[in-house]
């Protein structure tokens, strides 16, 4: 599976910006697809994911209500539409799949494919 994450940029903060995630290979065996950030010296985190096929979501707390997370499975794409953005959004954003559907589904260590990632920076 080859993954491809786009749409960073820079935003001032109450705006608004869409992240999109381009799947390749053999995208319908994966299970989630799921963004992580990453902020300069911090840890990197989970931000949202969604089940590939069935479609149910999950988010962090920072974000509920504010992003949302979408897929075109026609088009092998998942979406992050990030509303109401907040300087302490900046980060390197990522998008990864997984097989596993256990309890640390949060867990950026149970991924095993990445995109290359992409930069939002959010000024105050």
């Known amino acids: 599976v080859q993954l491809q994450a786009f749409g960073g940029g820079l935003v001032q903060a109450g705006g608004s910006l869409r992240l999109s995630c381009a799947a390749s290979?053999?995208?319908?065996?994966?299970?989630?697809i799921t963004w992580f950030r990453q902020a300069p010296g911090k840890d990197r985190e989970f931000v949202a994911a969604i089940s590939w096929s069935g479609g149910s979501s999950d988010y962090a707390d920072s974000v509920k209500g504010r992003f949302t997370i979408s897929k075109n499975n026609a088009e092998n794409t998942v979406y992050l539409q990030m509303n109401s953005l907040k300087p302490e959004d900046t980060a390197v954003y990522y998008c990864?799949?997984?097989?596993?559907?256990?309890?640390?589904?949060?867990?950026?260590?149970?991924?095993?494919?990445w995109g290359q990632g992409t930069l939002v920076t959010v000024s105050s």
């Open positions: 290979g053999r995208t319908f065996s994966r299970y989630l």
């Open positions: 990864a799949s997984t097989d596993y559907s256990g309890s640390r589904r949060r867990d950026w260590t149970m991924y095993d494919y």
